[in-house]
């Protein structure tokens, strides 16, 4: 899998007479582990050619196999979240530190829509490199933005399309209801924003409530997630972006709790 990984920087599908090159092993024995990893969907084989690519089983198993070998996890446990674009499992550190590990998963038939709103999108670049390329942003702005304020998860370590983060035993704001303190909850979302801005120059680009975790056991604390989309400050869109940011939040907490603010107080 792992030659299959490299090779995918030049192949969607690595013909099955350079993974013989490359890896100079008796054919025979290239075969029955294609096989064996075809089984368990691993890798999947093209149409009408001898050549392969990884699933993103495989890439998954990849990754785990980094960090694993890093010191960075030493035990994966069950899914707890799926969006369009990831899913997040709990893990454990060696030292039984209790994790998060979210895996991009940006399908094919997404891109056109992709390439119009990200900004690190491009026509050339490849699926698992789209995903690759988000878990990339996604901890250099985490394990940043973490300096300056407490309202996003730190993040810990990343390899090929996995985060490492803190875990949040969290309620999605769309889903939190019974808010007793929707003014602080505000206020700190829109410290964070700041943080950002000030700090990282940076836009978030995406915000809602379906990318803000309140974590009751801290208190009714918000943490701002799903950074990758972010711009820079100085990017033509940053100033529509952070308007519509800040607009949708003060709209939702205005419908969802009767909190009464201004765009232009925030």
């Given at each position: 899998m792992a030659t299959l990984n490299s090779l995918s920087l030049k192949h969607e599908?690595?013909?099955?007479?350079?993974i013989e090159r490359t890896t100079r092993l008796p054919p025979s024995r290239i075969v029955?582990?294609?096989?064996?990893?075809?089984?368990?969907?691993?890798?999947?084989?093209?149409?009408?050619?001898?050549?392969?690519?990884l699933t993103y089983l495989g890439l998954d198993l990849v990754a785990l196999k980094k960090l694993s070998d890093s010191g960075v996890l030493g035990y994966l446990g069950t899914r707890v979240g799926v969006g369009k674009e990831s899913e997040i499992y709990?893990?454990?550190?060696?030292?039984?530190?209790?994790?998060?590990v979210k895996f991009y998963k940006i399908g094919r038939i997404s891109f056109q829509k992709?390439?119009?709103v990200r900004a690190y999108a491009s026509e050339e670049s490849k699926w698992f490199m789209h995903s690759r390329n988000a878990a990339s942003r996604e901890y250099d702005v985490l394990s940043k933005l973490c300096n300056y304020t407490s309202f996003v998860p730190r993040a810990y370590a990343?390899?090929?399309?996995?985060?490492?983060?803190?875990?949040?035993?969290g309620i999605e704001l769309y889903r939190y209801k019974t808010a007793l303190m929707p003014e602080s909850i505000f206020t700190s979302i829109m410290m964070t924003l700041r943080s950002a801005y000030l700090h990282l120059g940076i836009v978030h680009g995406d915000l809602?409530?379906?990318?803000?975790?309140?974590?009751?056991?801290?208190?009714?604390?918000?943490?701002?997630?799903?950074?990758?989309?972010?711009?820079?400050?100085?990017?033509?869109?940053a100033e529509e972006l952070l308007s519509r940011d800040v607009s949708y939040m003060v709209k939702f907490f205005k419908e969802s709790y009767g909190l009464d603010k201004r765009v232009s107080d925030c």
């Open positions: 599908y690595v013909p099955l007479e350079e029955k582990s294609l096989r064996e990893l075809m089984d368990v969907k691993a890798v999947a084989k093209h149409e009408t050619t001898q050549s392969f690519r709990i893990a454990k550190t060696p030292t039984e530190k209790i994790v998060a992709i390439k119009r990343h390899v090929e399309h996995a985060v490492v983060m803190d875990y949040v035993s809602s409530e379906y990318n803000i975790l309140v974590s009751v056991d801290e208190g009714e604390k918000p943490y701002v997630i799903d950074w990758p989309q972010y711009v820079y400050r100085d990017d033509p869109r």
